[in-house]
């Protein structure tokens, strides 16, 4: 009977593994792509090779791609959603309205078969839909062979040819790519303005063009030593022969693949010690020559600094290309433009994003904030370092951005999807100085020791998959022993706000008792420092009873008083210092302003400005 129940015990326990397993299963892509560039007629035909790997339990009858050019056509979702809103991206506007039929973009399918077996295809917009000629069951694989062909369009956002700056093409989004599924379904956005998503998997690129033209991109060079390319002393012009010159690139353990190419790029090479070789592409001149020296060295210590605080890059090259419209992160490279002064600062986002999008490759468009804000968060640190510039400050534009959001009347619950906010404004906020935010609330709950451990934990655990909001939360909770699920609800699928004041200070029998008032909707843990008139200062602890625990103690320079949990439903919170109030110069909530509080005037208790007299004794308490 008790060997029973032990191999009972056991059937269940091993049952539970194999569930959790398989709720997180990751499907797989396998690309091998040919593609030639037309530098005259700027049109690109290839063929794509992809092998789809089934890890789900779902039998799939359809699968979906992206045709991300698609939106660059007069009348397209991307088109009317720029003209519709009250605060359009200055760099679309109504532009795509006016593109002629030679400067729109599109990708056309010639033929698609499914294991040699030709499918039926329907284009929807920015998407392809496939209807499966034999349905792909569980943990099985089938091949897709393609033909395709696209124009490039004229560089209005991200992609494009012939941008501001004069770089001849921004490849992203430039090949037919095949749609997530997860345990959520499919994820088949339309390309109407911001984020994307992608598979995991391999890419074995063979990109042919004009010899004249310089290729940078994902993944590393495979034939750098045929085309004279790579081997040549970095800075150097290489001569090359007449005819197309084919380069074939691999990138291993990817969500996507971006190229650029442009005739005139510099190229630069730095190693990041203990990390990867950064190559830097650039057109020189006298807007850029100085910036992208400075740069390189720039970019060392941003990685440097990333690995030791956020988790270590794996790959071992990175490349920083001029190009595109902004700045714009894809896997081992990013695209930013050149000639603006002060490029650490844009370098330091878009390179963070490789580890909060191209190795945490969370969904951006479902959830923008959570790869935006982390990366906004990061870079501020890392370029505050580089720039010798306090870390404690980096994050106060976020704050005033934050505030300014909720001044503005326009904010709206950062759960809201990339493309669905009423306004850029609200969007771009909630995504990045809310989302850099998030972090910095967790960091004053949990304490800064925990917070950093968490960062590390947090890549650590899920670098090379796709990490949902809670994944991040439990790794804090687990790290720090706090419940934090109370948090999150709060500052992502609400609009409520943090609001503490010092309602009063009276002295009472030779002590002082202060009341506390949580005026906003959002509760949170208090740190309440009172500074004496000796100058010494101690921080009264007030712990929310949601976190079930305490942060440890972060200023061991300051003496630390615990007092008991607020529990959220109280509006006030009165506790007892045991000195006279005559002795005390100054209480204040949150001296570091880490706490988002919308109105600071209410967080300081001055007793000398408020001319109050110890409470007489004999009269009567109410």
Request: charged share 25%; net charge neutral; hydrophobic share 35%.
């Amino acid at each position: 009977m008790l060997r029973s129940s032990l191999t009972l015990l056991l059937f269940i326990a091993l049952l539970n593994i194999s569930v959790a397993q398989d709720y997180r299963w990751q499907q797989r892509v396998e690309y091998a792509i040919e593609a030639k560039l037309d530098v005259t007629t700027h049109k690109v035909t290839g063929t794509e090779k992809l092998v789809y790997f089934n890890n789900s339990k779902d039998t799939l009858t359809k699968v979906y791609y992206h045709l991300y050019w698609n939106a660059f056509q007069p009348g397209s979702m991307m088109d009317v959603r720029s003209r519709s809103l009250p605060d359009p991206d200055g760099r679309v506007r109504d532009r795509i309205s006016k593109l002629t039929d030679a400067e729109i973009g599109y990708q056309k399918i010639i033929s698609l078969k499914q294991d040699g077996k030709d499918v039926a295809t329907h284009v929807d917009g920015t998407i392809l839909e496939v209807t499966l000629k034999k349905p792909l069951l569980p943990n099985t694989k089938t091949v897709f062979d393609m033909k395709f062909e696209s124009q490039v369009p004229v560089q209005i956002r991200r992609s494009g040819r012939n941008n501001r700056e004069g770089i001849a093409y921004t490849m992203t989004q430039w090949y037919p790519k095949l749609a997530e599924y997860d345990f959520q379904g499919w994820h088949i956005n339309q390309y109407v303005a911001r984020e994307f998503h992608g598979v995991w998997g391999d890419f074995d690129v063979k990109l042919t063009l004009d010899p004249k033209f310089v290729v940078a991109g994902t993944g590393k060079l495979q034939n750098a030593e045929k085309i004279g390319f790579g081997y040549e002393k970095a800075g150097t012009k290489v001569e090359r022969a007449n005819g197309d010159l084919t380069w074939h690139f691999k990138a291993k353990d990817v969500i996507d693949f971006a190229w650029a190419a442009d005739p005139d790029y510099k190229h630069d090479i730095v190693q990041v010690p203990d990390g990867p070789t950064i190559h830097l592409f650039y057109q020189p001149g006298d807007k850029t020559n100085e910036a992208w020296a400075k740069l390189s060295g720039e970019s060392v210590k941003h990685f440097q600094f990333m690995n030791k605080f956020y988790g270590k890059y794996p790959y071992d090259t990175y490349s920083i290309i001029q190009g595109g419209d902004g700045g714009m992160e894809y896997p081992m490279c990013t695209m930013i433009i050149g000639e603006r002064p002060g490029l650490a600062g844009l370098m330091a986002h878009e390179a963070a994003h490789s580890w909060f999008q191209a190795v945490l490759a969370s969904n951006e468009s479902m959830y923008a904030w959570f790869d935006e804000g982390f990366t906004d968060y990061s870079s501020a640190e890392s370029e505050a370092n580089m720039t010798g510039k306090s870390i404690a400050d980096a994050h106060r534009g976020s704050y005033e951005a934050y505030f300014g959001l909720v001044k503005s009347g326009l904010q709206e619950p950062m759960s809201t999807l990339s493309d669905h906010f009423s306004t850029n404004r609200a969007y771009g906020t909630s995504a990045y100085s809310m989302g850099a935010l998030y972090l910095n609330q967790i960091r004053y709950i949990i304490g800064e020791e925990n917070f950093y451990k968490g960062m590390q934990r947090y890549f650590n655990t899920w670098k090379m998959r796709h990490p949902e909001p809670n994944d991040f939360l439990r790794v804090m909770e687990k790290t720090s022993g706090l419940q934090l699920k109370w948090f999150a609800n709060y500052w992502l699928c609400q609009t409520k706000r943090i609001d503490y004041s010092v309602k009063s200070a009276v002295e009472e029998g030779g002590a002082t008792n202060v009341t506390l008032e949580r005026v906003g909707q959002l509760p949170m843990p208090i740190d309440l420092v009172v500074t004496y008139k000796d100058g010494k200062k101690e921080l009264f602890y007030i712990p929310l009873n949601e976190t079930f625990g305490s942060k440890p103690v972060e200023d061991k320079t300051m003496a630390r008083t615990d007092l008991n949990e607020w529990y959220w439903t109280s509006p006030t919170y009165t506790f007892k210092i045991n000195k006279p109030l005559s002795e005390i110069a100054l209480i204040e909530i949150d001296p570091q302003m880490r706490m988002a509080d919308i109105v600071k005037d209410n967080n300081k208790f001055d007793p000398a400005a408020q001319n109050l007299k110890p409470a007489d004794p004999a009269q009567p308490k109410n």
